[in-house]
């Protein structure tokens, strides 16, 4: 679930938004990573940018997306809202490591393989609740999921934990806020088929 997300000028642009009353250093280191982000699909194993707090502030820095598996080369990209404050994986990383991941849209495959757009008609941007780890390579984030809204349940039976823009900062900066959004249902989504639904007349 949520295998696959793209990032744009627009969420370039949003960021920018976001970090523009954190202190001097902050903003600069910010802004350099903003400038990085470009136009792409983002995979598991990739580096993507995240928000995070520091120092009480919000910032834009760049984080490997995916934890190590226990197998090989195995990535855990994903984590279940219901269960990540009992599992040791996520328990550390849900107290201590809180982050957003924005995005213009992201992606989920139906059972015919059919890939599917998920994206805000209100909004250019979507925020992804997600929590990182230290490792010896850096910080790597997981993006939190739970179960499917309306929107989502003809596609997949789960999707990305969805934040308003007012909930960033308590998600990443106020813990007892951040454990009730783990409970919240995400805001409705438009989605957009690759593919087109033949009807019989």
Known sequence: MCGRYYVDDETAREIEKLIRQV????????????????????YPAQMAPVLAGKGGSLY?????????????????????????MEKPLFRGSIRHGRVVIPAAWFYEWNRGKEKNTFYRG????????????????????????????????????????ILEEKEIAPWIFDDKKAEDLLHKTPCLLERRSDYEQLTMF
């Open 122 to 161: 209100d909004a250019p941007v979507l925020f992804m609740a997600g929590c990182c780890r230290q490792y010896e390579d850096g910080a790597r984030f997981v993006i939190l999921t739970t179960k499917a809204n309306a929107s989502m349940k003809p596609v997949h039976d789960r999707m990305p934990l």
């Open 60 to 84: 834009c820095g760049w984080q490997r997306w995916g934890f190590p598996g226990f197998q090989g080369k195995q990535v855990i990209f994903n984590g279940r809202c219901e269960s990540a």
């Open 23 to 42: 202190d001097q250093k902050l903003r600069q280191d910010s802004m350099a990573a903003v400038k990085k982000i470009g136009e792409k699909d983002i």
